[in-house]
């Protein structure tokens, strides 16, 4: 499978049952989440009915998806730019250690570059996930040196 070419896209509205299962998925790999599977669809066809809430990219393999990822952004008044964060990443467990999301950064870094105003890429992992935090370092990512709070209505 690893000598098949990745090909990264936009999301179409077609890719909407993928994007739900990797969301689901992605849920309860890394927090031991069910999310709501009407919420959950609800709030990804809210990204293509807006598209200021942010945009979906694609990683395929013959035509069969491979992962993905959804981008929002966030205006830095600091930087006169907007941030775009990169948010539910999921790569399928057959194609994962295999240049999935090297390639969808890739293509999301030469986006985001190409776009005027935006200052930079940012991403949040979970705590004990290492092996996603090794891969994002590898990308030359490195700890921001903020601590993410919230509160959840």
């Known amino acids: 499978m690893t000598d098949i070419p990745i090909t990264t896209r936009a999301a179409r509205t077609d890719d909407r049952p993928f994007l739900v299962e990797a969301n689901a998925a992605m ?3 890394t927090e ?3 999310l709501d599977a009407g919420v959950l669809a609800r709030g990804v066809a809210g ?4 598209p200021r809430r942010g945009h979906y990219r694609i990683a395929e393999r013959a035509g069969t998806h491979v992962g993905c990822l959804l981008v929002t952004t966030e205006w830095s008044d600091w930087r006169d ?4 964060w990169i ?3 999921y790569v399928v467990p057959g194609a994962r250690r295999t240049g999935v999301f090297r390639a969808l950064h890739a293509d999301l870094e030469r986006a ?7 200052v930079g890429l940012r991403l949040y992992v979970e705590h004990a996930n ?20 919230e509160t959840l209505f």
Do not use: C, I, N
Request: charged share 20%; proline share 2%; net charge neutral.
């Open 112 to 118: 985001a570059r190409a776009t005027p105003g935006v």
């Open 130 to 149: 290492h092996g996603a935090q090794a891969t994002y370092a590898s990308l030359g990512m490195h700890d921001a040196g903020y601590r993410m709070l």
């Open 27 to 29: 849920a309860r790999e």
């Open 81 to 84: 730019g907007d941030w775009w």
């Open 32 to 34: 031991g989440k069910a």
């Open 87 to 89: 948010q539910s990443v």
């Open 47 to 50: 990204v293509f009915a807006d």
